[in-house]
Structures are given as structure tokens and as C-alpha cells.
Nanobody, 124 residues
Framework: QVQLVETGGGLVQSGGSLRLSCVVS????????IGWFHQAPGAERRGVAC????????GYRDSVKGRFTISRDTVKNTVYLQVDSLKLEDTGVYYC?????????????????WGQGTQVTVSS
């Protein structure tokens, strides 16, 4: 069974940084594209970044380009999301999932495996 576990969230000040981790078990990163999603309080879940299973090609939502960086460690079977220059609107739960990755970011899928999420809170 495929499982994903997100860690690394926390409370940071505006302009600060975090590194989120998504540990994937039960499947290789060479089999699934992995996407990161953000869900602000009361808002819909939106894709922010992803990485391709084939060659590690990445995709980003325009609003996070230059601030968020996705990477992977195929030995540890872990995908990372480095989040820099955090803004108040970045507050929310960050999820990783096994979804298709395009140059524009991850594509939402009802059939994806999802992690439980990790909370990021940005304060002023």
C-alpha cells in the first residue's frame, strides 16, 4: 500500500523559510509523479509544485515561482519542498500526493494517494 507522510511544518515569521518533507513508502519515486498542494483555511486545495517521476523535471504554480523549490532524494524516497520568503497567505496545510506533474504544477486527481498534511503558519 502506498503511503505518504508530510513533515516539516511549523510557525514562522513572514519572510522566513521551511523545508517540508514527503516520505513515500510502498512505491518508487520513479513510478509516481509527486505534487505538493496548499490549502488555506476555508479555501480549496491548490497545487503549488511537482516533480516528474521520469527525470525529476519540476513544475510550479506561478504564484510560488522563485520562492518555492521542489526536489527529491530517490535513495530516501523523499520529496522536499523548500519554502522561502513566506507570506501570510502561505499559511495553511501542505499535502503531498501522487499526481501528474506538468510544467505548470501538479494536477488534482480523485485517484491519487494523499498524505495527512503538515501545518504551516506564517505570522507577521
Amino acid at each position: 500500500q502506498v503511503q505518504l507522510v508530510e513533515t516539516g511544518g511549523g510557525l514562522v515569521q513572514s519572510g522566513g523559510s521551511l523545508r517540508l518533507s514527503c516520505v513515500v513508502s510502498g512505491a518508487s519515486l520513479n513510478y509516481y509523479d509527486i505534487g505538493w498542494f496548499h490549502q488555506a483555511p476555508g479555501a480549496e486545495r491548490r497545487g503549488v509544485a511537482c516533480i516528474s517521476k521520469r527525470d525529476g523535471t519540476t513544475g510550479y504554480r506561478d504564484s510560488v515561482k522563485g520562492r518555492f523549490t521542489i526536489s527529491r532524494d530517490t535513495v530516501k524516497n523523499t520529496v522536499y519542498l523548500q519554502v522561502d520568503s513566506l507570506k501570510l497567505e502561505d499559511t495553511g496545510v501542505y499535502y503531498c500526493a501522487t499526481v501528474y506533474c506538468s510544467r505548470y504544477g501538479p494536477e488534482y486527481s480523485d485517484y491519487a494517494y494523499w498524505g495527512q498534511g503538515t501545518q504551516v503558519t506564517v505570522s507577521s
